[in-house]
């Protein structure tokens, strides 16, 4: 099944927390790609993949790169696709506020859709809620996970509830 | 034509940010309805205009919010579609940074596609993009904007060469 | 004993955190319930949580919550209980900066009495404090409890004048 | 009638922002007392104020400083009474940021119920809140400003659905 | 006489802050050349002029970009050229913070030379130096600009010293 | 009488801040020398005035600087008398935290008496405490200056007091 | 030896930062003394402190201090003499950003002397400074200990100059 | 050969992370010199360095600093050659903020040029396309460097892509 999704990073050491989103998409069925894209140091390439992307058939990207973080923000200027940006708080970070500001502060005119600092888990569930907007079995896939989530919050409220908040504490 | 797009802020005070959205939207000819609703003032009205939006025919809801920002995200827990978050530098928000912060730092399950502060251009063109990812049509239009964005930009390099710097520039 | 302090927090992860405000009210003999309420994940649970406090005999709400934290603020939307916040420097939040603007900086006709980043033990001094108004017998305990707090600084004044600054020291 | 809250401040020049605080109380008719206390310039008078505060009949206290906001926390180590603590953005605070963290980062053993900077209406209604725990006339008054809060964003809702946004916005 | 340093922006907005690089090159008879590239709007041009720089005969390029800022470090990307670049506190940027860390904070590869926030005429001088390395006669200048900021400095204490400090302030 | 206090700033646009320093000496008559010195433009002259300011006779330097401050980091590395640094928000810094970060953040050895962002009236006092802690009468000067902000706070108290809040507030 | 620098502390946990400070006097032969002092815990024992501090014979008194630090500014708020602040990066500070803020930050009239967060050293330094201001043998030991701090400086630079740089590293 | 480039830095302890600069100009055969310059504990020893670097024969200056980090400004100050500036996150400074703002934030006249925090490595390039931009075969060496960072990631995108996300990821 072709790709719906393009999920790109600056290198492999962004792949410890990029890889949430694949697992993420990977339990909903939603078919993806993984590949290594680097503004920086390869710009032709990344030129040369959000040119090519929609023709590709992929319907979203998933960016995700850390300090000076201009990945997201040109394959934004590069393509219509609508382009999900992780900031990573990489180790030469400043705890993410460069990663979170050089992706979300775009200019008038080329969106990037920013999740949290980290949030690659939440850039995958975007990404299959603007699948979702077209294709209804992904909306449905999503409000299972949704009723999974509350009930995960449920649960634990019944065990604090019956055993007691003394007997789950554990620093 | 059904509305596709939902705007909405917390208070008329919004307006003159976030009527940038509507103005887009309105350019690209995608229909859309822009309201008020508060997380904070009108939870109930929130829950219920969330709850209902899939039903009524959104496709994207826009949320745009000042200060400790929380209505696009309460929005996002409480639909599957997609929610795009314009954090306002209101008039009590510290410079917008606790905007930002209380939009795009959402905890993992609840996403909130974050554009830059005051950014509701941006938000549209956005909600354009996850739109154009079904329908061709917009997807085009979209293209014909970034081309005029970049003819926009080749007109300027053309005055400044042509013309000069100097005759130019006014403080 | 009917509870009158309820004590909330987004999921199991808060507790280390947050069992600071039960221990204090256990020594104090207040009554209070413990439980687990998402904003983001059980928003419907929530404005039932916050709808109901009243009648329920609550005078005081404490709720924690990090990142992008909406729990304390939604809860006093819903209710005109005083809230207390507890911004908690969660694992993903950028070092409690996103946790502490996204409760305290609540716009106009909502308060929520935030107490520092990780301050559970604080909140339920406050909760307590907010009691005492109108039951003395509480206040009296806060007046011995900061009594105490008094008396073990003397002695460690004490100690430290009587031995020595050089024979306490370790690092 | 006994004053119930007393509202103090650092200088006159703060009393544009917590003007706000004595008209909210006018407006639900608690009694109230407004004096100048400085932590810097008068501390043995803060002492004085913070130390006969509960004789006097008060049960809560307003204190809102600026810049290294020290009144709040010093009145709060002095008495039981909950201390609200009012960030006020002044002349020469770092935007209102020193003022924040000065007040609401108190150590273990002393809150400080911190609202928004400049948030001093949110410190009025917020002593309404705790005295309407046992007062339930004045919680009845918070119910009815809560409800005048939604109906005018219900109005303001009404208006830009009737009217069309297009008209409304002015900037 | 074939300019040795390019001076781009990404609009004709950021021409009253840029222009000051280019006064000061003027003053210094450096020859250069002026004109618009955006990284977001125009890509294919952005990455046609860096790769064409060197081959122009360009030294040194000077990149002037606010927010979400990624003109200088895409350039850097793609030549080997050294790239100053100048944080523009545009109309949408957080005061200066996003330009500044996304233009300083590159990866290990790819240096940009950051000057301060809206500092055009430092970016100059220090072009001016980076030619001065091989250019004997511009070092000289360079150090006649250094002897001149000197001089002011000295006569603005002589005056200070003689006429006293109360003659000279105006507010 | 010789000076026993050295003030000096970067530049004559620092005086409007800096003459509160002058202004305050002047009041208690402690004898005082205000000229230019800048860290970056005269470095030579800043490291004469720093070897020579003991054998002048100064006691202290009040040395203010904005943006990357050096001046008072610099004069302290040079000399073994106490230097205060006033912190400047000038035209060009980020709101004065460079200036206060570049001032105070001084590492071990070489200590800046640092005040408040624009705090130069304080610096002056600083400098009075200093030389009083020798010279009885000016500790007595300072203790007048003391009472009368005190006096000045209890008279603004009296009057909100007697007159009421509401007529003396003026927005 | 009547003690000529009072050093104090809110808790014995902040001893480990401000015995350095210890460490530096006693290299000096300064006469000190050393105690806790909690503003927050102990706020009548502050006042008691600050007014008997300069009968005492105290000349300078150095205050540590984390969180909404208001130690330092309390004492000043109560003597004549020169106090010093010493921002303690606390466990539960915000990296230090509080306790730096809530001391430096000072109003008009009160200002604290204030160093690097953690830099408990360089307050005794400073205090050293104040007092060899009119005790010549004190300036005398300063110049000797700032030789020292050129000497070992020049120690390390001969040693990577002759052994190289690449025999020096580990990390 | 004659050193082309100096590195310095205020101490030992910055060379684990100036050795970077060393390494990369090693690799590239461009000859350098490292030693330690304290611009707080050795002024003199500064001013004479930067004095004489021209006449040397250096062409650039490498300046590591932490904290309140003046020295790569002063050496700026004091000669005419580019400066690069790299703001060290040293143990006591403010996570890298006041290291980075005490470099970047210079004077109109006088800039530094900034590379990101901790970058020792751009500097280390960034001085080899300044020697670059005057002797070709550096330029060429600049490119190979170039090309084969190009060719690293093009790897780790053929590893990924052939061995799929899965394999590789380990945390």
Known sequence: MAAEVGI??????????MKRAALFLEELNIPFEVTIVSAHRTPERMVEYAQSAKSKGFKV???GAGGAAHLPGMIASLTTLPVIGVPIRSRNSLEGWDSLLSIVQMPSGVPVATVAVDGAENAAILAAQILGTFQP???QK???YKDNLKHKVLQ???KI?????QSIVQE
Chains 1, 2, 3, 4, 5, 6, 7, 8 share one sequence.
Do not use: K, R, Y
């Not at 290198?11 to 927390?17: F, G, K, M, W």
């Not at 509830?161 to 908040?165: K, L, M, R, S």
């Open 161 to 165: 509830e019956t055993e007691g908040w």
């Open 137 to 139: 079995e992904i909306a």
């Open 8 to 17: 790109i990073m600056g290198s492999l050491s962004d792949l410890p927390v």
């Open 156 to 158: 634990a409220a019944q």
């Open 61 to 63: 990207i998933i960016a």
């Open 142 to 144: 999503l409000q299972v």
